[in-house]
Nanobody
Framework: LQLVESGGGLVQPGGSLTLSCAVS????????IGWFRQAPGKEREGVSC????????NYADSVKGRFTISREIAENTVYLQMNSLKPEDTAVYYC????????????????????WGQGTQVTVSS
């Protein structure tokens, strides 16, 4: 099972980025996918998640109304659209996966996830 993030970069405050998480070796319909981030000197925090079958999504309070998680089954890819970016969104962003039999609902706790990508850097700065 492999997850590969892409789409990070440098963006000005108020700008937008779309992160991609391309998965291989498994089918999205059977795995919950979460996006997490870790800033220097801080703990990893959950940003958003989407359940297997795509039936539900969840967001951290800090990104509600600004970030949108979605997935494209045909491309085996999960996206994180990030709008109105703030300097405090600067972090390495990771996607992670867990089989739906391991946990009923997709959550924002990193310990719930079994498979991780390598991360992509997002820097919000003027």
């Amino acid at each position: 099972l492999q997850l590969v993030e892409s789409g990070g970069g440098l963006v000005q405050p108020g700008g937008s980025l779309t992160l991609s998480c391309a998965v291989s070796g498994f089918t999205l319909d059977y795995y919950h996918i979460g996006w997490f981030r870790q800033a220097p000197g801080k703990e990893r925090e959950g940003v958003s998640c989407i359940s297997a079958y795509g039936s539900s999504t969840n967001y951290a309070d800090s990104v509600k109304g600004r970030f949108t998680i979605s997935r494209e089954i045909a491309e085996n890819t999960v996206y994180l659209q990030m709008n109105s970016l703030k300097p405090e969104d600067t972090a390495v962003y990771y996607c992670a996966a867990v089989h739906l039999t391991r946990t009923v609902l997709a959550g924002l706790t990193s310990s719930e996830y079994d498979y991780w990508g390598q991360g992509t850097q997002v820097t919000v700065s003027s």
